[in-house]
Structure formats: C-alpha cells, structure tokens
C-alpha cells in the first residue's frame, strides 16, 4: 500500500476488456503528442492577418474557429487520419508483447499479428506474403480512397 491507498489488481493483461484497454491506452500515449505536435504546426501555418480581417469584418472567436480556423486545418486533419489509420493496420509490437507475456490472442488479434503467426508458427510463408500483399492493397486502397474524399472541396488561402 503506497499512502494508504488500496492497490486493485486490474488484470490487465488477463481479462479480454482489460486487455483491448489498455492496448488502447498504450497506442493513445504512443500517438498523442505527435499528431498533437502535427496539429500545433498546422495552426501556426495559418497566416494571422486572416484572423485580422475577420476581426475588421467583425467575426468572433466561434466564428473564426468555424469559418477560418477548421477548414485550413483540413490538410493537418487529412494528414493525421490517414497517418492513424495506417498505423492501425500496421500495428504490432503491442500485440505481440501482450500476448507474450500472456494475454489472450483473440481480444487483440490483427492482421499483423495474424500474419507473423502464420509465417512463423504455421511456417507458411507463402500465404504470409500473399495476406502481406494483400495488407498492403487495402493500406493503398484505403489512403487512396481518402485522399480522393479530400480533393472534392480544395482549400486554399
């Protein structure tokens, strides 16, 4: 007990739900401050004799984050979305340690994981490159399919 404080045992590592949270957890903190960092540079690109005019035209501060703020920020968010998803297909080392030191494979199980497994434990290698092919079409898809969703309205300033 460190100050008289009860410890819990969370059973992080052996409850599925445990498990998935604080998978969550480790690629919150992981990811955090640098999109946060990605984020703060995209505000500071944003040229403030805008923010000045609008303030001659009259907008407030809800009206300057709406109208001015937001869709400069489109490029950064584009950016960042695409940057998190794929590392979200990409991911893992967490999961793999996770599981090493005794969690439950089906809670965390990705495509990732699954692949290794199967080209190390199963020793098919084989089908490994192929759903590593395939892995990758989807990673091209999906950044493809976003990056066309974000042309359609270009901002410029």
Known sequence: MIMNTPGIDHKWLANSVMV??????VYFWKYVGYFTIIFIVGLASIPQSIYEAAKIDGANDWKNFWYITLPLLKPTTILVSIMSMLQCLKTFSTQYLFTQGGAPLAPINVITLNIFHTAIR?????????????????????TWLQFKSSRADEISY
């Open 20 to 25: 998935q949270m604080s998978t969550m957890m």
């Open 122 to 142: 199963d020793h098919r290698i084989g089908r490994a490159s192929a759903m590593s092919i395939i892995l990758f079409v989807i990673m091209l898809l999906f």
